[in-house]
């Protein structure tokens, strides 16, 4: 269960600035292994620009001090956690292709000994058809694709690399 909320500023007619939060509680169970649940609080900036060409650029760094049990022991470790994203326009007769690059990474110190770090990168896009009158309301077709590219590594040896396609239509 997560919850994000935020507050923003319009810094200037293409230039948003803002303060998020962002509220978490999650259960993990690996195989053969105990179950680790965490609760978090992040909080840090995040902003919006809308580029001369009108692609968009927005982003976030947070940080908090997420409270982890395992195997009922209680520890309070740190988090951080940035993002970028790049987001382009481009207009055609009916349609709306938005492509888009985006780069994550995340920290965590579970306790004093331990780090896991991940990184990801997604490439996508979306389009966005016009939208068409109809005698029940307005329609409007919609699709998206993605890939992520992920890394994943900690200080217990482990080490992950993996790649997830989606698609969605509507």
């Given at each position: 269960?997560?919850?994000?909320?935020?507050?923003?500023?319009?810094?200037?007619?293409?230039?948003?600035?803002?303060?998020?939060?962002?509220?978490?509680?999650?259960?993990?169970?690996?195989?053969g292994s105990p179950s680790v649940d965490r609760t978090e609080l992040l909080?840090?900036?995040?902003f919006a620009t809308t580029l001369g060409n009108g692609d968009?650029?927005?982003?976030?760094?947070?940080?908090?001090?997420?409270?982890?049990?395992?195997a009922?022991?209680?520890?309070?470790g740190e988090?951080?956690?940035a993002a970028l994203t790049w987001t382009?326009?481009?207009?055609?007769?009916?349609a709306d292709l938005a492509p888009f690059v985006s780069v994550s990474a995340r920290r965590e110190m579970p306790n004093a000994t331990d780090r896991i770090d991940a990184t990801i990168?997604?490439?996508?896009?979306?389009?966005n058809g016009d939208l068409v009158a109809t005698d029940r309301g307005v329609r409007q077709l919609f699709?998206?694709?993605?890939?992520?590219?992920?890394?994943?590594?900690?200080?217990?040896?482990?080490?992950?690399?993996?790649s997830a396609p989606r698609a969605g239509l509507g």
């Open positions: 269960v997560s919850l994000i909320l935020g507050a923003e500023t319009d810094l200037s007619a293409t230039t948003t600035l803002g303060l998020m939060a962002y509220i978490g509680d999650s259960t993990v169970t690996a195989p909080v840090g900036p995040y968009l650029l927005s982003g976030y760094l947070t940080y908090g001090q997420p409270q982890y049990t395992i009922n022991a209680v520890t309070t988090s951080y956690t382009g326009s481009v207009e055609r007769d009916g990168l997604t490439i996508g896009s979306s389009i699709g998206r694709v993605e890939m992520d590219f992920g890394d994943y590594s900690d200080t217990l040896g482990t080490a992950i690399r993996y």
